[in-house]
């Protein structure tokens, strides 16, 4: 659903872009008050709640809404502290996300390199960690172990800013050269 005019959003009719349907604004306003404040509401800190929030609200929201958007952005965020507490398949979908909204800022907003080094951080946190637990699960090699760190590692040069703790702190690289 799309606004028939787009800098009027809030005044006229959406209608379907994929068939003749359309609602009154009204309903779309109070769709997003309503998602507004159950985001707000939302414990930004757990996946769980997070997820909660997306399943329910994706159906009507765009994927990338700012709702839905923020939402994402706080579970990339959860990798900062409890990487090493999330389950395989959560990981999977932070690093998906981490991904996904790369591609998303570098279209809004490229210049934006804090939110850029966020996600890269991220990025490198779940890559390291999938590789961590694919080597205790005895799924790779030494050899794959030490190209995913390696890759693990691009991602975090790209992080100017100070962080106290690297997810690669956890390895002893110099096993790996
Ligand atoms: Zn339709």
């Avoid at 932070?94 to 907003?109: D, N, P, Q, T």
């Avoid at 946190?125 to 699960?137: N, T, W, Y």
Wanted: glycine content about 4%; aromatic content about 6%.
């Amino acid at each position: 659903m799309i606004p028939v005019d787009p800098l009027q959003s809030e005044s006229v009719n959406w209608r379907c872009v994929a068939c003749p349907s359309v609602i009154s604004p009204d309903i779309v306003t109070a769709l997003i008050s309503e998602a507004t404040h159950r985001l707000s509401v939302t414990n930004k800190t757990k996946i769980e709640a997070c997820k909660k929030f997306i399943q329910e609200f994706e159906p009507v929201l765009h994927g990338n809404h700012f709702l839905i958007t923020d939402c994402k952005l706080a579970i990339t965020q959860i990798l900062d502290n409890s990487v090493s507490c999330l389950k395989d398949d959560d990981l999977a979908l932070a690093l998906k996300y981490c991904r996904e909204l790369g591609k998303l800022i570098s279209v809004l907003v490229p210049a934006e390199n804090r939110c850029r080094g966020v996600l890269l951080f991220g990025l490198h946190a779940a890559l390291a960690e999938i590789g961590r637990r694919k080597a205790i699960g005895g799924e790779i090699d030494q050899n794959d172990l030490r190209n995913n760190l390696l890759v693990s590692l691009k991602f975090l040069c790209f992080y100017t800013f100070n962080k106290p703790i690297s997810m690669l702190n956890r390895y002893n690289l110099s096993t790996y050269r």
